[in-house]
């Protein structure tokens, strides 16, 4: 990233993890599920708490509230980051959104056990560089037209993502979207050894 690493700058970055972390961390899938009277999304389908998850329900609404409210987060935290840590930078973004991040996918309140994070880090990239979200969310509801496979879609367009940024010319983010690209796929083995096994489930699909 241009402009270096600042010592002074140091608690700012960690004060902007750390806040980041912890807006990451609210498992809105889990809460909105239990405020539906939909039970215990954790013990559905995958287990995970992520709005692909929350769609085994059946309950549309809650799925699209889920995702909305996973990128909504990741989104938050990089600008409420750049509206009161002084002098943000590039670091304090990438500070913000690793931690929302991360907070996302080991949240303390459910023994770090969260979602694998394609929402939260949809919402980082519209707070990043809005065309990039677009782009991101275009290339995911291509693939997953044709294939049906969210798991799929969302590790071509998180592949992809990086691409576009020295496309577009914003080098100073390609670091930090570089490292959630590689936590994506390390959250996703499981899907790409199904997904090479020919066991992974569709979009739509319902499991007990």
């Keep these: 990233m241009p402009g270096g690493f600042i010592p002074a700058e ?29 039970g215990d999304i954790r013990s559905i ?4 708490i992520g709005a692909t998850n929350v769609l085994r329900t059946g309950n549309r609404w809650i799925a699209a509230a889920t995702l909305v409210a996973d990128a909504a987060k990741g989104a938050a935290a990089i600008l409420i980051a750049a509206q009161f840590f002084p002098g943000a930078t590039v670091n304090l973004e990438a500070a913000a959104a690793l931690g929302a991040f991360l907070g996302h996918l080991f949240p303390v309140w459910l023994k770090f056990k969260g979602g694998k994070g394609v929402a939260t880090f949809l919402g980082i990239l519209f707070a990043l560089f809005w065309p990039i979200g677009i782009l ?14 969210s ?3 969302a590790l071509v367009a998180a592949a992809v993502t990086p691409f576009y940024l020295m496309w577009l010319g914003r080098w100073e983010y390609c670091g930090i979207v570089a490292i959630l690209v590689v936590l ?5 083995r499981e899907n790409i050894m199904r997904l090479l096994q020919g066991k992974e489930s569709r979009i739509g699909d319902k499991k007990g």
């Design 45 to 48: 389908g995958s287990g995970n």
């Design 184 to 188: 994506i796929f390390i959250t996703h």
């Design 10 to 38: 140091l608690p700012w970055l960690g004060a902007a993890l750390a806040f980041g972390y912890l807006l990451g961390s609210i498992p809105f899938g889990l809460l909105l599920t239990r405020m539906a009277g939909l």
């Design 151 to 153: 798991s799929l879609a």
């Design 136 to 149: 991101f969310a275009a290339t995911w509801l291509t693939v997953a037209l044709f294939s049906r496979y």
